[in-house]
């Protein structure tokens, strides 16, 4: 179905394991889940994560972002603050009221902290994937990432256009230069707020951080840098995988997120797995 907020038209998906609804159920737990930047939809939860967390009691709710998927582009801004405005609006949108458990994947994982501090009392849970909270040091290292898609001479920029449409991931990186090229992306990550260490001290929610062993994004140093200290901070590691979780270890994940919510959400119909 399609939720208009914030002026835009966004494509969600809420649903249960019966099927998908038009309103959570107020009797049962919710877990929202926020994709990637750039080349990325709730497909990639769709396929891994929506069947398995449905089958342990959860309502699901999978929705595309700003300019990604089958939410179009519009007149607007893709920063960190209206990407949280629009996940409220789909909330109240689908009468989900009670806290939610909050699912982030890379980008989508500081788009979920961003929701947690400045929505108080809507999160109970974050699940950060290869993911770390939008400090000063985030937003730099996202710029940084991004710069090379905007250089019209950067090597490994034109050598993934000339592999275009061959292989798979050619054109997962055609579609994220596109993606950078043709948006406001570099801007609004320029433009996106940022957190702190006080405010981080927000978060007292049980919160899980997984991440690939030989994942190159930093994202676990980040992580851990800000949230390590935390005693309701759980840390999992799956070795030799990179940054694709979903895609490359989307079973440790599953097992991951089932051991983590059934511990921390009473509400689960046990049977029902």
Known sequence: ????????????????????????????????????????????????????????????????RRAHGRTPDAPGTLSLQQASADLAGILDSVGASAPVHLIGNSYGASVVVDFAVHYPNRAASI????????????????LDSLVPALDEFDAERNRLLQIGNTTWYGRRA?????????????????????????????????????????????????????????????????PDVGHLLLFDAAASVRRALTSFYRRHELRLDEHAS
């Open 174 to 238: 055609k579609a994220a230069i596109a993606m950078v090229d043709q948006t406001t992306l570099f801007r609004d990550t320029g433009a996106s707020r940022v957190v702190d260490a006080g405010m981080l001290t927000q978060l007292t929610m049980p919160i899980l951080g997984i991440y690939g062993g030989a994942s190159q994004a930093g994202a676990m140093e980040r992580a851990q840098h800000d949230l390590g200290h935390f005693s309701n901070f759980e840390l999992e590691v799956i």
């Open 127 to 142: 699940v950060l994937m290869e993911g770390s909270p939008p400090t000063r040091e985030w937003r730099q290292y996202m």
């Open 1 to 64: 179905m399609f939720i208009t907020t914030e002026g835009t038209r966004h494509h969600v998906i809420v649903a249960d394991v019966c099927g998908e609804r038009t309103r959570v159920d107020p009797s049962t737990p919710v877990v929202v889940m926020s994709h990637g930047a750039v080349a990325d939809s709730f497909a990639s939860f769709y396929f891994s994560l929506h069947r398995p967390l449905a089958q342990i009691g959860f309502t699901n709710i999978m929705y595309d």
